[in-house]
C-alpha cells in the first residue's frame, strides 16, 4: 500500500504522569485533550474537539461563501453531537445579517460540500439550520 500526502497530521503524547491528559501537536501547534468530567479536564474531550473542527470549518466555509456578496460580519457556529441513534451532528449557523431563504439554501448546500463535511458523512448524519437572530432561514 502506497502512502498518500497526509492532508493534515497530529500527534498524541501521553505521559506516564499525566492520567488521561494527552498532548496533541497539529503542526507547530500544541492542544491538550482530556477524558475527565466534563469541566474538570486540563482541555476539551476528543468529542467536543471533533465538534469543534466540524465549527471551525463550517464558520470558515460560510464566510469564504459569504463574501462573495460583501462583508458578512460576524458568524458562529454551533455543532452539537446527538449519540443517537443515529448519530447526530447538528449545526446551527446564526448570521448577523437575514438571507432570504433562496440564499439560506445556498450557504447550507455549500457546507454540505466542505471536505471535513464529506469525510463525516459516512459516519455521522448532519442537520445544518442557517438562522439569523433566532429565526431560521432554510
Sequence with gaps: MTM??????????????????VELSLGP???VADHAERGSGKGPTPLELLTASLAACS???ARTHLERDGDPGDI???VTLDAGPPTLL???????YRLDAGEAHQ???????????MMLKPAFSIRTQIEHAGDPLN
Excluded at 447538528?90 to 448577523?96: K, P, Q
Excluded at 447550507?108 to 471536505?115: F, I, M, N, P, Y
Aim: net charge neutral.
Design 4 to 21: 498518500q500526502i497526509p492532508m493534515a497530521t497530529a500527534q498524541a503524547r501521553l505521559a506516564s504522569e499525566a492520567g488521561r491528559a
Design 59 to 61: 464558520a470558515m466555509s
Design 76 to 78: 458562529e457556529v454551533i
Design 29 to 31: 501547534h500544541t492542544v
Design 90 to 96: 447538528y449545526r446551527r449557523v446564526l448570521l448577523g
Design 107 to 117: 450557504l447550507a448546500d455549500a457546507l454540505e460540500r466542505t471536505e471535513l463535511t
